[in-house]
């Protein structure tokens, strides 16, 4: 069945068609129609959910890493202050490896007051031990959902689905909704063996010392190492079975490009309107659209890394003292590997400021007219 909806309830159909055992809800824009679409659901029983409303995004974290402890499937939803109100408890969360479904819609970090888009809220919890899918459009969210759950629950590692506000979690586009038989045969029932119950007690998450902390942290960090081979076995089975792929990057034209735009989120399609447009001048750009952001692809950009004379990583996000964390992260990942490739770094649309196929023209044009970056930081659309 197709329907027209907007990001958000995308998220929520996601969850539903997962089957979604518990959803802990707390309101925050541009979040909240994710869970009101949910409360809907779980009150005309089309969701067999239970639907707790608790008094912050604290509390909802809670809330679904108990109900996780229990065994059920979790899901949640969170913008900005609220995910950071939360952060403590991501740490618990994948420390206590449960396997949690997140969706965020990316909202600016206050203050200024702001419920505009950038990425600042999702990247501050870049090394919270959560597994992180950027999404660029309506299909992308639901599809992720479903497969969020199930790369999650086999190395129980919780998982974020991240969206851009507005820009998606409030544009409507035609979205392919599955046969919930064919996803209940993709994603089966999350059966954990060891959970809480009093039918066989156990202990979780207590004082633990050094003899065994290290091991804990260093068998997750094992775990996060095999996300991305799972990641796209379980996009090429959802191919097989669905149509569409996820997998950790989508490279448009960067086979015989000379300049490739590393971009996240909706600005991935907005880069591939653009390198049409530059190519019909005769520039030969392409576009690597991340998917993933943790764990981060390092392959994946090394090989794009080869076949290009120049990069331009493009963020929507900025590590205050340093620079966008996608290009912190691109220059390490080819640091050693092919280190002669100048590599661009540019910040622009932050706060929500519009970025259209001109922002990529003038930043293609920054990086043509230059053999090395002059700027630690390129900034596209400042107002100085």
Known sequence: MKKVMMGNHALSYGAM??????????????????????????????????????????????ASIGASLAGARTFTATSAQGLALMHELLHWASGGRNPVVMGDINRSMAPGWSIWSDQNDSLSQRDTGW???????????????IQAFKVSEKLFIPSMVILDAFTLSHTYEVVDIPEQKKVDEFLPPFRPEIKLTPDDPHAFGGLTSPEHYFELRYKLQKDMEKVEALIEETGKEYEKMFGRYMGLAEEYRCDDADLIFITSGTMGSTAKVAVDELRKEGVKAGNLRMKVFRPFPFETVRNIAKKAKKIAVVDRNISYGHHGMFFQEVKSAVFGQNDGIPIFGFITGLGGRDITPSTFREIAQYAQERDEPEENIVWIGVKR
């Open 131 to 145: 597994i992180q899918f950027y999404c660029a459009n309506n299909q992308e969210v639901l599809d992720t959902v």
């Open 17 to 62: 068609l997962g089957r979604a055992q518990v959803i802990a809800a707390y309101p925050i824009t541009p979040q909240t129609q994710v869970v009101e679409l949910l409360s809907e659901m779980c009150a005309d029983k089309t969701l067999d959910a239970t639907f707790i409303k608790v008094e912050s995004e604290h509390s909802a974290m809670a």
